[in-house]
């Protein structure tokens, strides 16, 4: 970027630490953070890529990268309007590699943050609590659904990870030891 401050690309898996990361980064040096995630839910335009939506969860990966696709562009645009005015962070799963090297996002400035099955299952056992009982409450077999929706979660992050390679991003595997402070 020619003006205005720098953006830090936060790409990864589904409970791979991104908006922790974020959040954390972004108080600590005072950062700006956008939350690609929020900004899909509360935009009525772009409803179709929310990730919150029950049918979501259980879409293939090559529906999620389609939906992402259309998306990308409107996600850029805003972090290069808040880098208007500083530094920001942009978090979100719809940061897949293939679109950010097709965007011409340099590795310099992407860090893909990627969920062990094992951390993952975690963290979603923990957000459970919160919300994703009622996404498993619809099914009758809920330890089926619940199996089937962490092997979706596997293949998203496989692809993230892979495709983080290819295209030269730095990949950080989260097994969830290290402290979020």
Known sequence: ???GGRILWLAGSFAGGKST?????GERYSLDVYHADQDLTNNPDLEFAR????EWFWLPVPEKRARYERVIAHVISRAQLMSESGDVI???PCLMPALLHLNN?????VVVLIATPAHQRAANRKRRKH???DILDDFEDRV??????MAVDDDFATEVSESAAEYGYSVVFNDGAQSSQ
């Open 1 to 3: 970027m020619s003006s």
């Open 21 to 25: 990361t974020a959040g954390i980064l």
């Open 51 to 54: 990730v919150d939506s029950h």
């Open 90 to 92: 942009v978090e979100g």
């Open 105 to 109: 996002i340099s590795a310099l400035d």
């Open 131 to 133: 919300w994703s009982h």
């Open 144 to 149: 089926g659904a619940w199996n089937e929706w």
